[in-house]
């Protein structure tokens, strides 16, 4: 299987899940950052990155942009739609895209593209439409799992160790 784009939901995934809120009313979300070692990975391989969610929160836009994401598509109300519209702009097929993703507006997509997954703690009935159920909540790391199992499906996973050693010896010289 040949993943060209990795595409994530964000709540439930990246985060707990969970809104909390200032004494002020803002929205906060935590997130974990040993997914950033996700997006790492898929860089240091040439494999392009996304989030596509329903949220519309600049704290979502803040997280893409620090990573500096490929996609960051929020507001989503068809994901499918929004998915095709990317692999038409890629020129690829919705089997060279990977989606984790953890709720009900996920599951057209997670049946839909060639590699999907959900963190353990999604619905059952979410869970059934992917292809893998990570061992790890939404929140807890999820979005590293996931990349971490399909690089090392490929034998993709140690290519990128290799590449994010190589960059830090090019960096001591």
Known sequence: MKIKLV?????GVWTDGGMYYSSDGSELKKFNTSDSAGVLFCKLLGI??????GENVPMV?????????????LG?????????NICEELGISFEEVAFI???????????????SA????APDYVQSCADY????KGGDGAFRAFVEKL?????????????????LNSFNQ
């Open 101 to 115: 993703g953890d709720d009900i507006n996920d599951m057209a997509l997670l049946r839909k593209v060639g590699y």
């Open 48 to 53: 392009k990155v996304g989030i596509i969610t």
């Open 118 to 121: 959900t963190p353990s703690n």
């Open 151 to 167: 690089l090392k499906e490929n034998g993709l996973l140690n290519i990128a160790l290799d590449r994010y050693s190589d960059s």
């Open 61 to 73: 836009q803040k997280r893409a942009d620090k990573l500096k994401l490929d996609y960051a598509v």
């Open 7 to 11: 595409l994530s939901d964000i709540d």
């Open 76 to 84: 989503a109300k068809n994901k499918v739609s929004l998915v095709a």
């Open 133 to 136: 159920v990570i061992p790890v």
